[in-house]
């Protein structure tokens, strides 16, 4: 399985390579050559198997010849036994044509634990292959960072550098980061914001011999192998609910666009999905998109679903590849005008085919709180945030249709307790391994907000690190 550039301007590679490099050094995403396919039969064969073994069915169709299938098969396995929940990602039942799916039972409450731990994985067999290493620097506002470090601790192939805005995450997301024990993870409070944060990691990949010297690569949320370990999950959901005999719509509270883009990259294979509901926050460049035709960032406002609060989704791109006939001269072109005047409008037939799959709805603060409590008083299910707005849109579809739904449920309450007491006036439950981490010691540098600080920061404890290594 080959991959190729959305922008068109670089050579194909395979699986492995993709991986490992995350964006294409032309500035594109990597998207499949081909997509891969699924017959009904193949898809009631796949009916009651493990959560491993249908991972191991769907990523061996993307990945090809590397990883082999046999260490692909142990990769999986190791990625989500630390899943405290039976079914992975259990499914409840919410209303009459609605349901939940629980995507938050990995070891840092989140879906993207979905992604990160098969990606950890997946990176050290690679570089093991290679007999090489690398090192991972990320920005990080919340979930994604603990994601990431929960995958990487302890990898003897990987150092990972994480840094986040001092100060400006909240107490238990900065301690899921900080009291990680573990040699080769390195937690950065940067005097500065997200922003800075990101800023400073771009700018350090923009040095070639820094970049060189250190093999330096990332796990943001465009690295291809993070949308397959997601596309799982739609298949698991939708063959419980009768699928191939019968079609599921998804709704998918949104931000960067990774989540949902997995769903579109089920339906392509053949899963029967009928509707993929997109909802937003405040931050609703996707509703306005999918309701005009027309993309255009606006500021960014702070809501109760932090993890979605953005204006220019990434992974959008790889959507507007595929509705634009996989032009990439087109492609390239409206990404520039979006690039630099903040907004594109595509063809009205562009927009029609976009809308023949996708719809979105946009909910503010209030309406999500509504939504928590609503859901509480009727089931006695706990909302968090992101998820609530997952179901509100849920809701707003049901309402014109008689297909089922699940919404994706991607964090757990407790991670968002005071929204949740705003809400239904307590906190949910803590489970007791985020209780633990309120005792343990914490571990990170406080580092100015100085390009060259942080690349000496990394350049002596890579020396360090590589001379206890030798040692
Ligand atoms: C990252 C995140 C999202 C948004 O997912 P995307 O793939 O970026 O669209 C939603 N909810 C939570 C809790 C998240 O951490």
Same mark, same amino acid.
């Given at each position: 399985m080959n991959y190729i550039s959305t922008r068109g301007g670089v050579p194909p590679i395979a699986f492995d390579d993709v991986t490992l490099s995350g964006l294409a050094p032309d500035g594109? *995403? =990597?998207?499949?050559?081909?997509?891969?396919?699924?017959s009904g039969d193949a898809l009631r064969g796949l009916a009651g198997c493990s959560y491993a073994e249908l991972a191991l069915e769907i990523i061996v169709r993307f990945s090809g010849a590397t990883p082999e299938r046999t260490a692909l098969a142990g990769l999986v396995e190791r990625a989500y036994a630390r899943f405290d929940h039976p079914a992975i990602a259990p499914l409840t039942q919410l209303d009459e044509r609605l349901w939940f799916m629980e995507l938050f039972h990995g070891p840092t409450f989140a879906f993207k634990d979905f992604a990160l731990q098969f990606l950890g994985a997946l990176f050290e %067999? #690679? #570089?093991?292959?290679?007999?090489?290493?690398?090192? +991972?620097?990320?920005?990080?506002?919340?979930?994604?960072?603990?994601?990431? +470090?929960? $995958?990487?601790?302890?990898?003897? !192939?990987v150092e990972l550098f994480m840094l986040h805005p001092?100060?400006?995450?909240?107490? /238990?997301?900065?301690?899921?980061?900080?009291? &990680?024990?573990?040699?080769?993870? %390195?937690?950065?409070? *940067?005097?500065?914001?997200?922003?800075?944060?990101?800023? #400073?990691?771009?700018?350090?990949?923009?040095?070639?011999?820094? !970049? !060189?010297? %250190?093999? *330096?690569?990332? /796990? @943001?949320?465009?690295?291809?192998?993070?949308? &397959?370990?997601?596309? &799982?999950? =739609?298949?698991?959901?939708? #063959?419980? *609910?009768?699928?191939?005999?019968?079609?599921?719509?998804?709704?998918?509270?949104?931000? @960067?666009?990774?989540? &949902?883009? $997995?769903g579109y990259a089920a339906a392509r294979m053949g899963l029967p999905v009928t509707r993929l509901i997109v909802g937003s926050n405040r931050n609703d460049i996707l509703t306005r998109f999918f309701r005009s035709g027309t993309m255009a960032v606006e500021e960014v406002v702070p809501t109760l679903s932090p993890s979605m609060d953005i204006q220019v989704s990434s992974n959008f791109e790889r959507l507007l590849f595929e509705l634009v006939d996989r032009d990439h001269a087109t492609l390239a072109a409206t990404m520039a005008r979006f690039r630099a005047d903040g907004h594109f409008s595509v063809a009205p037939d562009v927009w029609h085919r976009a809308r023949e799959l996708f719809e979105a709805h946009r909910f503010d603060d209030e309406e999500t709180c509504a939504e928590i409590r609503a859901t509480f008083e009727k089931t006695g299910q706990i909302l968090d945030p992101h998820s609530a707005i997952g179901v509100a849109a849920a809701r707003r579809h049901c309402a014109t249709s008689a297909t089922p739904v699940i919404a994706l449920g991607t964090a757990h309450p407790a991670k968002f307790n005071d929204a949740i007491e705003h809400a239904i006036g307590r906190p949910a439950p803590l489970p007791p391994r985020l209780e633990h981490i309120l005792e343990l010691e914490e571990r990170y540098d406080t580092l100015a907000n100085d390009v060259e600080a942080v690349k000496r920061f990394i350049d002596s404890r890579t020396a360090d690190r590589a001379a206890a290594a030798n040692a």
């Open positions: 594109g *995403l =990597y998207v499949p050559a081909a997509w891969p396919s699924m %067999h #690679l #570089l093991d292959a290679r007999q090489s290493r690398c090192t +991972i620097v990320g920005a990080t506002s919340g979930d994604t960072g603990s994601a990431a +470090i929960e $995958a990487c601790r302890g990898l003897a !192939r001092a100060g400006r995450v909240s107490e /238990v997301q900065r301690r899921q980061m900080t009291t &990680v024990d573990a040699p080769n993870i %390195h937690n950065i409070a *940067l005097e500065g914001t997200f922003d800075d944060c990101q800023a #400073l990691v771009k700018a350090m990949f923009g040095d070639t011999a820094f !970049r !060189r010297r %250190h093999a *330096l690569s990332a /796990v @943001n949320s465009i690295n291809w192998a993070r949308i &397959v370990a997601q596309v &799982v999950y =739609y298949f698991r959901a939708a #063959l419980a *609910l009768g699928a191939p005999e019968r079609g599921v719509a998804f709704a998918v509270p949104t931000g @960067n666009f990774g989540n &949902v883009f $997995a």
